[in-house]
């Protein structure tokens, strides 16, 4: 242990000096070090936390978007084909379309005409009468693109969604079902 004595020259004290503590230039240099050590970590937690939110999100609208999906493919591949000019579509075919491609008109085993749309960015399906909303209301249906071949025994489907306010990506949904019956 090491002490150095200094003797004041304009008094007769004498005043013991610890060379053991910091002073107080490396306390303030030492929590700067600190204080910049917590906001960088503080960063990476916060960035990682949106990464998380944004990997969410993303899940959830592919989820909606699977969903809605299965319940569409599953009943327009059950359709019959139309036996009159009902429905929007000429006889003989399975799958009918409006003018800009945007609705789908097709008939199921029962008869009735089930026809799909774009709603206010939403897929809303009409069976005889009674509608509802296939996807969710955080998700925007950007473009709706149904085109039946020429013969209407299959459809193409190309659906362009966009989920959540803060997500900037799109989704394309495209496909061509066929109907499974005759």
């Known amino acids: 242990m090491s002490m150095k004595i200094l ?59 699977r969903n809605a999906m299965a319940i569409f493919e599953d009943e327009v591949q059950r359709v019959t084909k139309h036996v009159d000019a009902s429905c929007s579509c000429s006889e003989g075919k399975f799958y009918c379309v409006n003018v800009n491609n945007d609705t789908l008109y097709v008939k199921n085993k029962s008869g009735s005409c089930i026809v799909y749309s774009d709603s206010g960015g939403r897929l809303k399906v009409n069976r005889a009468g009674m509608q509802e909303y296939l996807t969710s209301e955080d998700i925007t249906i950007e473009n709706l693109d149904f085109t039946p071949n020429t013969r209407g025994d299959s459809v193409k489907v190309k659906i362009t969604f966009k989920g959540f306010a803060d997500f900037d990506q799109y989704i394309t949904y495209q496909t061509v079902l066929t109907s499974t019956f005759d």
Do not use: P, Y
């Open 7 to 65: 003797i004041n020259q304009n008094s007769d004290r004498v005043k013991n000096i610890n060379n053991k503590g910091f002073t107080l230039l490396e306390l303030v240099i030492a929590m700067s070090l600190f204080a910049i050590l917590i906001l960088i970590v503080t960063n990476v937690f916060t960035k990682a936390i949106e990464v998380q939110k944004k990997t969410v999100d993303e899940q959830n609208l592919q989820g909606d978007i």
